[in-house]
């Protein structure tokens, strides 16, 4: 176990609508990466928060966005939902000492929410 | 784009053998880590170990260890004394959150 908990594990949503999922970070972290994995790929980054600012963002849409909470949790949104994004979402909590530039620290992951979009 | 390939999709080892695990990498910065991850059927990600780019030896923990080759931009895992558990996917990754498309790895009692 890595302390890092998201919520739901599962969720089916159908085509358009938004989806909100949360993760709780490792005590101590103040850094929480997302993550998209598709069936059968490797996890794809979306973004990065530190200290609740946008640290980092990967190839994603507008229509995918984030927060993080003053304890650190932190949230993703996804608007206006397509079949695409049906895939297991992760969170990855690390501590770390820099604001600029990629994260070099061991990340913690948690077990994910698998999202299905009908 | 620099991107992270993981050349086996697939692999198979028999228990209390050894087997290596390839991937290569692009990038143009100097200084970098270097990740392998395990992901179980539980799905839960756990680092297997880390290498940095500026330490010349190549990274141990226990019974995994890896054969970095920076000008080759190359990290291989290799898993001595495989054991049933060792069963999974494992991901390479660099630390600007490039993952690898992953090697699924069977241990045949």
């Known amino acids: 176990e890595t302390g890092v908990t998201q919520s739901p594990t599962h969720l089916i949503k159908t085509r358009g609508q938004q989806v909100t999922l949360r993760c709780s970070s490792q005590?101590?972290?103040?850094?929480v990466s997302w993550y998209q994995q598709a069936l059968g790929q490797g996890p794809q980054f979306i973004f990065q928060?530190?200290?609740?600012?946008?640290?980092g963002r990967g190839n994603f849409p507008p229509r995918f966005s984030g927060l993080q909470f003053p304890n650190y949790s932190s949230e993703l949104n996804v608007n206006a939902l397509e079949l695409d994004d049906s895939a297991l979402y992760l969170c990855?909590?690390?501590?770390?000492?820099?604001?600029?530039?990629?994260?070099?620290?061991?990340?913690?992951f948690g077990a994910g929410t698998r999202l299905s979009v009908l | 784009a620099q991107t992270v390939t993981q050349s086996q999709p697939e692999m198979s080892v028999q228990e209390a053998e050894t087997v290596t695990l390839s991937c290569t990498y692009d990038?143009?910065?100097?200084?970098?880590?270097l990740f392998w991850y395990k992901q179980p059927p539980s799905r839960q990600m756990i680092l297997v170990i880390r290498?940095?780019?500026?330490?010349?030896q190549n990274a141990t923990e226990n019974r995994f260890s890896v054969n970095f080759q920076k000008a080759a931009k190359s990290f291989s895992l290799k898993i001595s004394d495989s054991q049933l558990g060792d069963a999974a996917m494992y991901f390479c990754a660099h630390n600007d959150m490039r993952f690898g498309a992953g090697t699924r790895l069977t241990v045949k009692p």
């Open positions: 005590s101590g972290h103040n850094t």
């Open positions: 990038t143009s910065e100097s200084d970098y880590y």
């Open positions: 928060y530190y200290r609740e600012e946008e640290n």
């Open positions: 290498q940095e780019a500026y330490k010349q």
């Open positions: 990855a909590s690390s501590s770390s000492t820099i604001h600029r530039g990629p994260a070099k620290n061991i990340q913690y």
